[in-house]
T-cell receptor, first 112, second 114 residues
Framework: EDKVVQSPLSLVVHEGDTVTLNCSYE??????LLWYKQEKKAPTFLFML????IEKKSGRLSSILDKKELFSILNITATQTGDSAVYLCAVIKETSGSRLTFGEGTQLTVNP | GAGVSQSPSNKVTEKGKDVELRCDPI?????LYWYRQSLGQGLEFLIY????????KSGLPSDRFSAERTGGSVSTLTIQRTQQEDSAVYLC????????????FGPGTRLTVT
């Protein structure tokens, strides 16, 4: 059975801290891994990673995939209160027609 | 441009009633997906449509759930004889086509079955 596991499930930090969110996966026919940010209802896309070892970066956020060890990390530097959200990790398989298999998410709270 | 829209945003229904949830994908997107997010759980795939191909219904939890997509655009998810365990946020997403593409999500419909 395909599995996507995120850790930690929740995290509370202070503004300015750096955080690392983890996502490990066990899926057959892996194709890509995606990160989403969910503040209220609609998840918004952050990154899609297909190749191992290539960092993707957007402002204070960055992410990298390790296809040998089957995990990805999402880093957020100099956190702000607006970063408070649930961060979702999902995988796409080669054979699943692009359906996303999600982890449970990490609830990040950034306090002022 | 306009994003994915869903209606209603909230729906409260009595156990045993049927409900219809609507999704308007981004114009030109041929792939449309339905997911469900129950309290404290991750998003669960339900069904997806790609153009005129037969939909992938493998995620539908029971035969009380069905969905259709008319004219390759708007989709309706129907839940018959609702049960309390159907209470969840139902999210719709679309992408340009099936494949390793970013999926754009709508705001969801929060369904509460009393």
């Amino acid at each position: 059975e395909d599995k996507v596991v995120q850790s930690p499930l929740s995290l509370v930090v202070h503004e300015g801290d750096t955080v690392t969110l983890n996502c490990s996966y066990e899926v057959t026919n892996f194709r890509s891994l995606l990160w989403y940010k969910q503040e209220k209802k609609a998840p918004t896309f952050l990154f899609m990673l297909t190749s191992s070892g290539i960092e993707k970066k957007s402002g204070r956020l960055s992410s990298i995939l390790d296809k040998k060890e089957l995990f990805s990390i999402l880093n957020i530097t100099a956190t702000q209160t607006g970063d408070s959200a649930v961060y979702l990790c999902a995988v796409i398989k080669e054979t699943s027609g692009s359906r996303l298999t999600f982890g449970e998410g990490t609830q990040l709270t950034v306090n002022p | 441009g306009a994003g994915v829209s869903q209606s209603p945003s909230n729906k409260v229904t009595e156990k045993g009633k049927d409900v219809e949830l609507r999704c308007d994908p981004i114009s030109g997107h041929t792939a449309l997906y339905w997911y469900r997010q129950s309290l404290g759980q991750g998003l669960e795939f339900l069904i997806y449509f790609q153009g005129n191909s037969a939909p992938d219904k493998s995620g539908l939890p029971s035969d009380r759930f069905s969905a259709e997509r008319t004219g390759g655009s708007v989709s309706t998810l129907t839940i018959q004889r609702t049960q309390q365990e159907d209470s969840a946020v139902y999210l719709c997403a679309s992408s340009p086509q099936v494949g390793p593409y970013e999926q754009y999500f709508g705001p969801g419909t929060r369904l509460t079955v009393t």
